[in-house]
């Protein structure tokens, strides 16, 4: 699989030079190999599909229960507060897998700035959704929200 951007600089007729967000320069634009050019598929693994379909699972069912206890504002509170996390999870695995690295510092380093980025993610769209959905039932909100996160937790326990 190649990435739009070095589709894109492969076809430029001056080379391109992009910084990751890991901070590793890269040469875009004529390169031959084919192995540097895929990217790696974090968001493939067994393990982290196992969690984002757990956290969608246990989203919907809790918007179910939401839509029949509150009705239409329940089951879309529950709703945004579980994408929320399903959201930054998403955003975890691809700044991980961005620049994966040959070192153990390196490694740790990325984890540290997944992790950053799904807590910004995280903070973001929380403010973005309580501040615009005034109808919110926040019980409802709070519970997908707290579940999804506990349950981001399972791909430790899953093998790959």
Do not use: C
Request: charge should be positive; proline fraction near 3%.
């Amino acid at each position: 699989m190649v990435a739009a951007q070095h589709f894109v600089a492969d076809r430029l007729l001056f080379p391109v030079n992009s910084q990751s967000l890991l901070g590793s320069w890269v040469r875009l634009a004529g390169r031959r190999s084919s192995t540097a050019r895929r990217v790696p598929k974090a968001i493939s693994s067994r393990p982290f599909r196992a969690a984002l379909v757990w956290q969608a699972v246990a989203t919907l069912a809790i918007a179910a229960i939401a839509g029949l206890w509150v009705g239409f504002h329940g089951a879309l509170s529950a709703l945004l507060g579980g994408v929320i996390n399903l959201s930054a999870g998403v955003v975890y695995a691809f700044v991980l897998a961005l620049a994966p690295s040959k070192s153990a510092g390196g490694t740790i380093a990325a984890l540290f700035r997944a992790e950053a980025a799904k807590i910004l993610v995280i903070i973001g769209l929380l403010w973005l959704a309580l501040s615009t959905y005034r109808e919110a039932v926040l019980p409802a909100f709070l519970a997908a929200f707290i579940v999804t996160v506990l349950l981001f937790r399972v791909a430790l326990f899953i093998r790959d």
